[in-house]
């Protein structure tokens, strides 16, 4: 056992950079393990000003000054972050509690359409059946009720600590980007001056992972964009808070798609009922959907995240279960990581490597 330590160690870490860099990972599980809550907006701020760091880029190859570029890519982010404070969220949140008054409604309009079942298929379900699911439906939907009663009541304490985090966030982006040469100069002190492995492994992570959350946010904004106008069009009620679910969808790959269609289809039911404009609505959501997958993922995405469908949905589940949006949100990316760091690693040969090689 002691050998198969000893070489186990000497294949991986015989270097120092590799413990070092075992150690920055450890480290960094366990802040986020034990105070990520408190260091959230540090958190978020420094995501979003390295994203923001990419169009500070293209702006500085245009020919502006570093401080000109960071100050117009921060009017652009500040001006969407007040506008979806101030005007997306609150008439999302309305619409959201309409619906949500609107659920026995809901409930009445689906009872009516299934007990048509027992009529049809006699043999398959009946109508006590069906009265049974609809009782338990309903006992669901009044825990639901009260559970976010009771956490709409316990969560007005915190509502200070959403208001620090709302006005800290755009403080530590700005100043983040305006003084990165002083902090990445910083940060890089604290390392190893021969980096090989750090270096390869946040080349890969740069080129793919940025690429990925910046098309993804784009994605987001362009698929609520247009499902917004399409549903406003259509004349269908909810159609903010149905935009934004559709935008939404895209987080979660080869889930969220199948899930949003859900809420769809039960308002367009409920507004018309299965007449021409419900078939309609649906074909709407299916063409917005196939756009998405064939058009617009192809010509945002300059660079594939090459992970396998099954590794894909493992990290959406895991990470999401950790840190619930955010974690599925930023699931691919820290599944490349992942991949990025057991690619990059060192493997020095052991001595039984060493006589097959011979």
């Known amino acids: 056992m002691r050998n198969f330590f000893r070489s186990f160690l000497d294949r991986?870490?015989?270097?120092?950079?590799?413990?070092?860099?075992?150690?920055?990972?450890?480290?960094a599980l366990l802040v986020l393990w034990t105070i990520g809550t408190y260091i959230a907006p540090l958190i978020v701020a420094l995501i979003i000003a390295?994203?923001?760091?990419g169009m500070v880029n293209s702006l500085l190859r245009l020919g502006l000054s570093y401080l000109l570029a960071v100050v117009?890519?921060?009017?652009?982010f500040i001006s969407g972050f007040m506008a979806l404070l101030l005007l997306?969220?609150?008439?999302?949140?309305?619409?959201?509690?309409?619906?949500?008054?609107?659920?026995?409604?809901?409930?009445?309009?689906?009872q009516a359409l299934l007990?048509?079942?027992?009529?049809?298929?006699?043999?398959?379900?009946?109508?006590?059946?069906?009265?049974?699911?609809?009782?338990?439906l309903r006992g669901e939907l009044a825990l639901f009720g009260q559970y976010i009663l009771s956490y709409s009541?316990?969560?007005?304490?915190?509502?200070?600590?959403?208001?620090?985090?709302?006005?800290?966030?755009?403080?530590?982006?700005?100043?983040?980007?305006?003084?990165?040469?002083?902090l990445v100069d910083w940060v890089a002190g604290l390392l190893p001056r021969h980096r090989p492995l750090m270096r390869k492994i946040w080349l890969e992570m740069d080129e793919q992972v940025a690429n990925y959350?910046?098309?993804?946010?784009?994605?987001i904004l362009i698929?609520?964009?247009?499902?917004?106008?399409?549903?406003?069009?259509?004349?269908?009620?909810?159609?903010?808070?149905?935009?934004?679910?559709m935008g939404l969808s895209v987080i979660v790959p080869f889930i969220g798609v199948a899930v949003v269609v859900i809420p769809v289809m039960a308002v367009a039911y409920v507004q018309w009922g299965f007449g021409s404009e419900f078939f309609t609505v649906l074909a709407v959501y299916t063409v917005i959907q196939l756009l998405d997958a064939n058009l617009l993922v192809p010509i945002i995405f300059s660079e594939t995240v090459n992970l396998h469908p099954v590794a894909i949905i493992a990290a959406v589940l895991v990470f999401g279960g950790l840190w619930g949006l955010a974690g599925v949100f930023f699931a691919i990316p820290l599944a490349t990581l992942i991949k990025a760091i057991l690619n990059a690693w060192p493997s020095h040969p052991g001595p039984g490597d060493q006589t097959l090689l011979k």
């Open 12 to 27: 991986y870490f015989h270097d120092e950079e590799s413990v070092i860099f075992t150690l920055i990972l450890i480290s």
């Open 153 to 182: 009541i316990s969560s007005l304490p915190n509502i200070f600590s959403w208001i620090i985090f709302v006005i800290l966030v755009p403080v530590l982006v700005f100043f983040m980007m305006k003084d990165k040469k002083t």
């Open 223 to 245: 698929l609520a964009g247009v499902s917004y106008i399409a549903f406003t069009i259509l004349g269908m009620n909810y159609t903010l808070l149905l935009a934004v679910l």
């Open 72 to 76: 117009l890519v921060y009017t652009l």
């Open 88 to 110: 997306v969220l609150p008439q999302a949140w309305g619409q959201l509690a309409r619906l949500i008054n609107e659920l026995p409604r809901l409930i009445s309009e689906g």
């Open 115 to 136: 007990m048509v079942l027992p009529e049809n298929y006699p043999e398959l379900m009946s109508e006590q059946q069906v009265q049974d699911f609809i009782r338990s």
């Open 50 to 53: 390295y994203l923001l760091q």
């Open 213 to 219: 959350v910046r098309g993804k946010s784009l994605e």
